[in-house]
Structures are given as structure tokens and as C-alpha cells.
């Protein structure tokens, strides 16, 4: 299997399971992938999905290079497709999508984290989109979601040098929220998730869509859009839990 899902307390750990080839992404590991993202999304038992790489060196150290090669046109495009299919699932995932970083995250396998809505980094991490060292351009998102995280210079200074950063470094700019010693990564994620798991399932959605909506629209349009999502929550059974809960002082009952 080269997409392992393990599921425990409603958390789906997704690892990539290829670490012969540093966990590089050819069609099957992407489908692979793409379906068990789907599938832990769909599943009810799970409210938040941790994504990492199987071994101590690689999350994803990018697309597979030795499937690239033999590309024609056609052959590119479909290989883009299916990538951005698979970040688009990752990105509009209802349910909370965190990327353990536990090594490489290289050219692609750096795009899948930007796809991710929080990025956690073992302290051997190394990012980077090297694409141009191989004549290419970032093709799953780099060059959209990059400088949307880290801003717009930061994010051309690493695309068109192709130079790789390390987890201090990602963590500088933004790229990750915590650094982490290798060994307690998949702890790490799993507290975050712990605290997510807590909260209202219907907020987090909808926090996160709005979150995602914001790069696209301007503040007018965005404040706008926010104040309807936050009006609808008043139809919810959760929402008026969550308030009752605090003037009853207790804790809420959401899941
Ligand atoms: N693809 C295929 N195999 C890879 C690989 C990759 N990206 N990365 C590593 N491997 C394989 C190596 O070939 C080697 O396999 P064997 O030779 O043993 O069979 C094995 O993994 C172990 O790697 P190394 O021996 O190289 O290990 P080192 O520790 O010496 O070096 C490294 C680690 C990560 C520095 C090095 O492996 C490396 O530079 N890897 C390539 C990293 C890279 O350039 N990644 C970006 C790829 S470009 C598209 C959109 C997006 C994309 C593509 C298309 N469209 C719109 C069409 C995305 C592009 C990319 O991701």
C-alpha cells in the first residue's frame, strides 16, 4: 500500500507509504492519496486528518522526477490535473488538514503542505520548490499558495532560486507554526488536533472556508461573505450549545 490511513480518538493519521523513493509522488501514490483524503473526509468518526511521510527522512520529496521525464505535453497536464485535484480535496477539506513534516518537502511534496490548513515540521525538515533546477515552474499550487503564506517576496526569492530552506528557517517565515524534535511529531499533530476536537465541527468548517475565500476577494467582499457565514451558525443546534454551555458553565457537548 502506498497510502496507509491509521485511525484512533477521531484523528486519520494518512501517511505516504514509499520511502524507497523518499515518498516521491507518482499516479498511484497521488490517487492513492487522493482517495484516502476523500474517505476520511466522508468518514463521520474522523473530525481532523494528520498527513505525513512514512520514514525518518522524507515527507514527499516531490513528484516522481523519473515519471516526469517521460512526459509529453498531454502526458504533463494530466499529471497536473490530478495534482491539483488532490491539493483542491486537501485545501477544501471540511475537516482540518495538518501536515507533519517529517523530512524532505520538496517541489510537489512542499505544494501538498501549502495545500494543508496547518504545517508542523520535524527539526530535520528541509523545504523547497527546486522546480527551476529541473526547467520547470511549480506546478500543484506553488506559486499561488507559496506567496499567499509567506508573502510574495519570500516566495519568489525560494521559487527562482530553488534554494532549500530548514525547519528554523520555514518556521521564520511563517511556512510552519511549530518545530518540533522528530520523534514527537506525530504527538505534536495530534495535540493540536486534541485542542481542534474540542471545538464546534460546523465553526471549524466554516472558519475554514473563510479563511480559504479570503485570498480571493477583497476585504469589502470578505467582511461581507464573513458576517453571513457568522449569521448562519444561529440556525444550528451547535452554535446554541455553545453558547448555553458557557452561561450554564460547562463544558460545550459538540461531538
Ligand atoms: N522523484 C523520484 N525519485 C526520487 C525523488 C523524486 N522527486 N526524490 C528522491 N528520489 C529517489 C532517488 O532517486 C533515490 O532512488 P534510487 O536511486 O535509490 O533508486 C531514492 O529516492 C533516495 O534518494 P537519494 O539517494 O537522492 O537521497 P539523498 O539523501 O542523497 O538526497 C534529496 C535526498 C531529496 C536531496 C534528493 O533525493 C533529491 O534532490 N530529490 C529530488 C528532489 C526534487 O527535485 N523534488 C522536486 C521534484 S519536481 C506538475 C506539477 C507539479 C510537479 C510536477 C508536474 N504538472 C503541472 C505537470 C511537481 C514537480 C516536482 O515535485
Known amino acids: 500500500m502506498l497510502v496507509q490511513t491509521d485511525k484512533k ?9 514509499r520511502p524507497d523513493a523518499l515518498n516521491a509522488m507518482n499516479f498511484d501514490v497521488i490517487s492513492e492519496l487522493t482517495r484516502a483524503i476523500t474517505l476520511a473526509v466522508a468518514d463521520s468518526d474522523i473530525g481532523v486528518i494528520v498527513l505525513t511521510g ?15 521525464q517521460k512526459f509529453d505535453k498531454e502526458g504533463a497536464k494530466e499529471f497536473g490535473k490530478l495534482g491539483h485535484t488532490l491539493a483542491s480535496a486537501i ?17 510537489g511534496g512542499c505544494e501538498i503542505a501549502l495545500a494543508c490548513h496547518i504545517r508542523i515540521a520535524s527539526d530535520n525538515a528541509v523545504f523547497g520548490q527546486p522546480e527551476v533546477k529541473l526547467g520547470l515552474i511549480p506546478g500543484w499550487g506553488g506559486t499561488q499558495r507559496l506567496p499567499r503564506i509567506v508573502g510574495k517576496g519570500i516566495a519568489a526569492e525560494l521559487i527562482i532560486t530553488g534554494r532549500n530552506i530548514d525547519a528554523e528557517d520555514a518556521y521564520r ?22 485542542l481542534i476536537l474540542k471545538n464546534g465541527p460546523n465553526a471549524i468548517a466554516s472558519s475554514l472556508d473563510q479563511v480559504n475565500l479570503s485570498a480571493g476577494s477583497s476585504l469589502e467582499e470578505g467582511l461581507e461573505r464573513e458576517v453571513q457565514a457568522f449569521a448562519d451558525l444561529f440556525e444550528t443546534d451547535e452554535t446554541r450549545e455553545g453558547l448555553k454551555a458557557f452561561v450554564e458553565k460547562r463544558p460545550p457537548e459538540f461531538r
Open 173 to 194: 517565515i511563517g511556512l510552519v507554526s511549530q518545530v518540533v524534535p522528530l520523534d514527537s511529531l506525530i504527538h505534536s499533530a495530534k495535540k493540536i488536533a486534541h
Open 91 to 107: 485545501e477544501n477539506s471540511p475537516k482540518p488538514v495538518i501536515a507533519a513534516v517529517n523530512g524532505f518537502a520538496l517541489g
Open 9 to 17: 480518538d477521531k484523528i486519520a493519521v494518512i501517511t505516504v507509504n
Open 54 to 68: 512514512a520514514g525518518k527522512k522524507a515527507f514527499v520529496a516531490g513528484a516522481d522526477i523519473k515519471v516526469m
